[in-house]
Antibody, heavy 119, light 107 residues
Framework: EVQLVQSGAEVKKPGESLKISCKGS????????IGWVRQMPGKGPEWMGI????????RYSPSFQGQVTISADKSISTAYLQWSSLKASDTAMYYC????????????WGQGALVTVSS | ESVLTQSPGTLSLSPGERATLSCRAS???????LAWYQQKPGQAPRLLIY???NRATAIPDRFSGSGSGTDFTLTISRLEPEDFAVYYC????????FGGGTKVEIK
């Protein structure tokens, strides 16, 4: 069974750093692109970026370029999303997703990680 | 990048009724590269439809997708209690973007 299991909810202060994770199982982790999607309360999802774990080739949405860093450790089948300095506007649910080979839509989603940034 | 506008914002229907959800794109979506997702409260979105009209694995046949160009439709032929949720369209022809969603609620 394909699973993407994310790390838990986080509460942080503005200016703090954060790294959340997504562990894939039940399939060949290095063979599929893994993406990150933000969903703010009551809004539609927004694609942030995507990484190919086999070689760490990474692409970012222009809206998120420079704002976050996506990485992966193929030895432990885990992808990461990190911030160096959080803002209150980063408060949202973040999902990792598995991209369907050859197409930019997503067949499996992690359970989500709620990030709350508040002073 | 194509902007996707979903309508209506909320659809109030009874179980057994037919639901018709619209997704309109600001630019032509080539190759019918459009997907639909269902999201229930507290859950991640789930893929329903890809390529505008192809059901994803294990999706019941009461869900169907249609359309081309800039106008796409998700139809639920007879609403079951578990179908009341928010539905999002997503285009993947030109980068990728999501619509703002349609909530299907119990009347």
């Amino acid at each position: 069974e394909v699973q993407l299991v994310q790390s838990g909810a986080e509460v942080k202060k503005p200016g703090e750093s954060l790294k959340i994770s997504c562990k894939g199982s039940g399939y060949s982790f290095i063979s599929y692109w893994i993406g990150w999607v933000r969903q703010m309360p009551g809004k539609g999802p927004e694609w942030m970026g995507i990484i190919y774990p086999a070689d760490s080739d990474t692409r970012y949405s222009p809206s998120f370029q420079g704002q976050v860093t996506i990485s992966a450790d193929k030895s432990i089948s885990t992808a990461y999303l990190q911030w160096s300095s959080l803002k209150a506007s980063d408060t949202a649910m973040y999902y990792c997703v598995r991209r369907v080979t050859g197409y930019n839509y997503f067949d499996y989603w992690g359970q989500g990680a709620l990030v709350t940034v508040s002073s | 990048e194509s902007v996707l506008t979903q309508s209506p914002g909320t659809l109030s229907l009874s179980p057994g009724e037919r639901a018709t959800l619209s997704c309109r794109a600001s630019q032509t979506i080539s190759n019918r590269f459009l997907a639909w997702y269902q999201q229930k409260p507290g859950q991640a979105p789930r893929l329903l439809i890809y390529g505008a009209s192809n059901r994803a694995t294990a999706i019941p046949d009461r869900f169907s997708g249609s359309g081309s160009g800039t106008d796409f439709t998700l139809t639920i032929s007879r609403l079951e209690p578990e179908d009341f949720a928010v539905y999002y369209c997503q285009q993947y022809a030109n980068s990728l973007t999501f619509g703002g969603g349609t909530k299907v609620e119990i009347k």
